[in-house]
């Protein structure tokens, strides 16, 4: 198994990207994938998920209304679009890969304990 996040960078404040995850190894239309990010000298913080079946997606409250996580399973790729990019918005981002097969939902999101593979993650710096 492997997720390869890509798409970080440098933008503005009130800038958009869109990062992609690469799944290898799994199938995603049996596994949830989420989002995750984790700033300097803060935890770990779940920011997106999709459910398996692909009908269900799941935003945390910080970046609801800003972000959008979506998904084409004839390219086993995850993309989290973000728009309105805020200084806070500052992190490395980590796609991730759920533990339960074809379970409904993503199981134990936002918890980073229900998740069982990570990509090494990419970098989205928000400047002022």
């Known amino acids: 198994v492997q997720l390869q996040a890509s798409g970080g960078g440098l933008v503005q404040s009130g800038g958009s990207l869109r990062l992609s995850c690469a799944a290898s190894g799994f199938n995603v239309n049996y596994y949830a994938v989420g989002w995750f990010r984790q700033a300097p000298g803060k935890e770990r913080e779940g920011i997106s998920c999709i459910s398996s079946n692909g009908r269900n997606t799941y935003v945390a409250e910080s970046v609801k209304g800003r972000f959008t996580i979506s998904r084409d399973s004839a390219k086993d790729t995850i993309y989290l679009q973000m728009d309105n990019l805020k200084l806070e918005d500052t992190a490395v981002y980590f796609c991730?890969?759920?533990?339960?097969?074809?379970?409904?939902?993503?199981?134990?999101?936002?918890?980073?304990?229900?998740?069982?593979?990570w990509g090494k993650g990419t970098l989205v710096t928000v400047s002022s």
């Open positions: 991730t890969k759920s533990r339960y097969y074809r379970v409904v939902g993503c199981p134990r999101w936002p918890g980073s304990d229900g998740m069982d593979y």
